[in-house]
């Protein structure tokens, strides 16, 4: 059987994990990251499968001419390219504010405070 | 005339020349980066010291493959709309990266996918498959890449007949080896990051350059493409050209579309460059920067692809060697002549070089890691022991790619790219997510959805159409399969995603649930370090 040495290093050994998992400063943190990636993550999915259905299906939707030769498809396609940029920018703000500050006071009293 | 198979008009010394300008200036930098490439997390992760930013261009580098420069320019050429679509699948899938992956695997990982799988599992049989999982991927990944190489060569530098190939092929190979060996992930990243730039700033000149020419109006552009596509010319701005003509065809092309999205977070050359930065939050900056850059450069290719079916045409594109993927080269010769031609051609080369170099050492840093040092010797390896191991495998791979590239130079660049991404949607990603986010997880269900996304995936693609039984094509005398004469396919559909990625989910489960171990503890400390950082590999600092 092999050892369960993990290769990460750095903490402390004696960090009780378990009451840092249950301590309401990371349960909070869980549900921030939780509440925002989750969701969001269902949403660009469902967002993209769409996409790709009515490319795939529905054609004639697709190719309805709005502007030129600039068509529904086209700028659903565009939108596609705004929705991630969009994404992305929502969660790097919402990390920046909501994340890192409670992941940071987390960590610093892991690694100052061994065995706490 | 020797340049009888290459592009008419290429100038094959310049493009040569070109390329090795391009080579002389990375190797210089390779060896300068490898002065202080020492330890092992020297020669994986760059020592942990590169910059979000930094990170963020490598990924893009890596990430635009050949297959993505020449082969979605050339689709929308020929094929309109429907290569739109490929570029998107790759796109929106940086947004499970970042939001799902990036982070909370920099935080608990050290080098490889195996580490982030084995963390509270039994280390042994989870490293054995996790590497088993990276070492297919890469392969099919390599072979496409090399394969590029080869009808690169037949197309740019008009070298004619198998064996001109094959000691181009070697010659890539070689050089490949030397940045690998030499460099190790400091040197591989730099040579992605310069590849990058000259592969934007090289497609953002010709996107400014088409688009003067119609006056900035993209609607002119699209005008002229239609002009210029003859009777199939109107179809080229609807979906549908190339994936809408049967049911079939169609639901493919969703179990395609499903594979791009899913397999990118799963690809693990690209998991472990997030190794390279010194924290999470450079991890996020570094997928940030690389969602802006690929995203940006898929537009570019957007204009290009109908640039070069304005332009150039379809037809003539059609009857050029190397066919689609001879769509930006020649729309290079139509604005800026031989030398445009040889720079656009050099990059493309660069790209190959750079992609290999970054699959190679991914490869050989899972099969030291994971297979010499934690399941054959048990972790009682030192770290220097464990680097020569990393260097002798990356020779092997390098060797085994080369002879791979030569056997596979007649492949579908496209198609094996899209077996790699199968792979990695379906074994690794359902894993990887249960081991982050499922309290419950455990070794069996680890175990049932690696190998099982692998067998089920391989499995359908050997039996689908990809590999036999489509029909023969009247024109060439030929069959679109990989095998000529024979049908023993059963499976419908070309992409096997839509099946096997739902069933890895689903065996992860199944096997998870029939298990009755149960590690608490262990899942405490991984989610505690996921999320906060705590206890995380930190930056070398020389």
Redesign the interface.
Do not use: C
């Given at each position: 059987?092999?050892?369960?040495?993990?290769?990460?290093?750095?903490?402390e050994p004696q960090?009780d994990?378990?009451s840092?998992?249950g301590s309401p400063e990371?349960t909070d943190?869980?549900r921030r990251?939780r509440v925002f990636?989750f969701p969001?993550?269902a949403l660009?999915?469902l967002w993209?499968?769409l996409?790709?259905?009515l490319?795939?299906?529905a054609?004639g939707f697709?190719?309805t001419k709005l502007?030129?030769?600039?068509?529904v498809?086209?700028v659903f396609?565009l939108l596609?390219?705004v929705s991630?940029?969009v994404?992305?920018g929502l969660?790097?703000r919402y990390?920046n504010r909501k994340l890192?500050p409670v992941?940071?006071e987390?960590?610093a009293r892991?690694?100052g405070e061994p065995g706490k | 005339m020797t340049l009888a198979a290459g592009v008419e008009g290429s100038n094959s010394t310049l493009n040569i020349i070109i390329f090795l300008v391009f080579v002389a200036i990375t190797l210089v930098i390779v060896f300068r980066a490898s002065r202080n490439t020492k330890t092992a997390s020297d020669y994986y992760a760059a020592g942990r010291a590169f910059t979000g930013p930094q990170n963020g261009i490598a990924i893009s580098g890596d990430y635009l493959s050949a297959a993505s420069f020449l082969g979605i320019a050339g689709a929308i050429a020929v094929n309109g709309?429907d290569g739109?679509?490929y570029s998107?699948?790759f796109?929106?899938a940086?947004?499970?990266a970042?939001?799902?992956v990036a982070e909370l695997l920099r935080n608990?990982?050290?080098f490889t996918m195996g580490?982030v799988l084995a963390?509270r599992m039994?280390?042994?049989p989870v490293r054995a498959a996790a590497a088993i999982s990276t070492l297919v991927v890469s392969f099919f990944y390599l072979l496409a890449q090399m394969a590029g190489a080869g009808g690169l060569v037949n197309l740019l530098l008009g070298i004619e007949g198998e064996a001109g190939q094959d000691v181009v092929i070697a010659v890539v190979g070689v050089i490949m080896i030397v940045y690998v060996l030499i460099g190790g992930m400091k040197g591989t990243t730099w040579v992605q990051i310069i590849k990058a730039a000259l592969l934007i700033v090289g497609a953002f000149a010709m996107t400014l350059w088409v688009l003067g020419k119609y006056g900035f109006?993209?609607?002119?552009l699209?005008?002229a493409a239609?002009d210029k596509g003859g009777k199939g010319g109107a179809a080229l701005?609807?979906?549908?050209k190339q994936?809408?003509k049967t049911g079939t065809t169609?639901l493919d092309?969703?179990s395609l579309?499903?594979a791009l999205?899913l397999g990118t977070a799963g690809l693990p050359h690209v998991l472990m460059r997030f190794y390279t930065v010194p924290t999470a939050?450079d991890a996020?900056r570094s997928?940030?920067w690389a969602?802006?850059l690929i995203?940006v450069f898929?537009?570019f290719t957007l204009v290009l692809g109908y640039g070069a079916g304005a332009l150039v045409g379809p037809d003539k594109i059609s009857k050029a060697p190397g066919t689609t993927n001879a769509a930006a080269p020649l729309l290079a010769l139509e604005l800026g002549g031989p030398v445009l031609l040889g720079f656009i051609s050099a990059v493309a080369f660069a790209t190959i070089l750079a992609v290999v170099a970054g699959l190679t050492i991914t490869a050989s840093a899972s099969f030291a890691h994971d297979v010499y040092a934690?399941v054959l010797k048990?972790?009682q390896v030192s770290t220097g022991g464990e680097v020569r191991v990393a260097r002798i495998t990356a020779l092997v791979i390098g060797a085994l790619a080369i002879a791979g590239g030569i056997l596979a130079k007649s492949q579908n660049v496209a198609f094996l790219v899209a077996l790699a991404f199968a792979v990695a949607a379906s074994a690794n990603l359902p894993t990887i997510l249960y081991s982050l986010f499922w309290k419950r997880f455990n070794t069996q269900g680890a175990l049932w959805s690696i190998y099982g996304g692998l067998v089920v995936t391989i499995v359908l693609i050997v039996f689908s159409p990809a590999v036999s039984g489509k029909p023969v094509d009247a024109k060439t005398g030929k069959s679109a399969s990989m095998i000529q004469g024979v049908d023993f396919h059963w499976f419908p559909l070309d992409n096997p995603g839509l099946v096997s990625i739902p069933a890895a989910f689903l065996l992860g489960w199944l096997g998870t649930v029939l298990s009755k171990e149960r590690n608490?503890?262990?899942y405490?400390?991984m989610?505690?370090?996921a999320?906060?950082?705590?206890?995380?590999?930190?930056a070398v600092t020389h």
């Open positions: 059987m092999s050892s369960t040495e993990h290769d990460v290093g750095g903490a960090t994990w378990e840092v998992q990371f943190l869980r990251l990636v969001m993550t660009f999915l993209y499968l996409y790709v259905l490319a795939d299906y054609h697709m190719s502007a030129g030769n600039i068509n498809g086209l396609g596609q390219f991630t940029f994404i992305t969660y790097v990390a890192d992941s940071d987390i960590r892991i690694e | 709309y739109f679509l998107i699948g796109l929106v940086w947004l499970v970042l939001l799902l608990t990982g050290k580490d963390f039994k280390q042994t109006n993209l609607s002119s699209f005008q239609v701005l609807d979906p549908g994936y809408g169609k092309f969703l579309g499903i999205v939050k996020r997928v940030v969602i802006v995203g898929y537009l934690s048990k972790g608490a503890k262990k405490a400390e989610e505690v370090r999320l906060t950082g705590a206890g995380a590999e930190k």
